[in-house]
């Protein structure tokens, strides 16, 4: 059984640093592209980094980047977010999702590509 566990979320004040894991099991992590995705109230799943199975690839949506950083440890079955100088619109549930290969690059921007995810942890960024 599968299973993606995410934590680190938090409220924040607006300039501030919180750092998202998402351990993984049940699944050849080191196989798997990792990808973080956010969801503000009222408002679509929306993409914020990916990274490649070797951690070589790593994809940002442009209003992170500069500011967050995805990294990953297969020999934890871990996948992290840095996110440093954190905004109010960073607001919203973040999620990790682990997409299987082949990698396809335009797949690692769609929710819809990704098998298997995390419950969700709050991030709260006040200004």
């Known amino acids: 059984q599968v299973q993606l566990v995410e934590s680190g979320g938090g409220l924040v004040q607006a300039g501030g640093s919180l750092r998202l894991s998402c351990a993984a099991s049940?699944?050849?992590?080191?196989?798997?592209?990792m990808g973080w995705f956010r969801q503000a109230p009222g408002k679509e799943l929306e993409f914020v980094a990916a990274i490649t199975w070797s951690g070589a690839t790593t994809y940002y949506v442009d209003s992170v980047k500069g500011r967050f950083t995805i990294s990953r440890d297969n020999a934890k079955n871990t996948v992290f977010l840095q996110m440093n100088s954190l905004k109010p619109e960073d607001t919203a549930v973040y999620f990790c999702?682990?997409?299987?290969?082949?990698?396809?690059?335009?797949?690692?921007?769609?929710?819809?590509?990704?098998?298997?995810w995390g419950q969700g942890t709050q991030v709260t960024v006040s200004s």
């Open positions: 049940g699944l050849t992590f080191s196989t798997y592209t």
């Open positions: 999702g682990a997409q299987a290969r082949p990698l396809i690059e335009s797949r690692v921007f769609t929710a819809a590509r990704y098998g298997y």
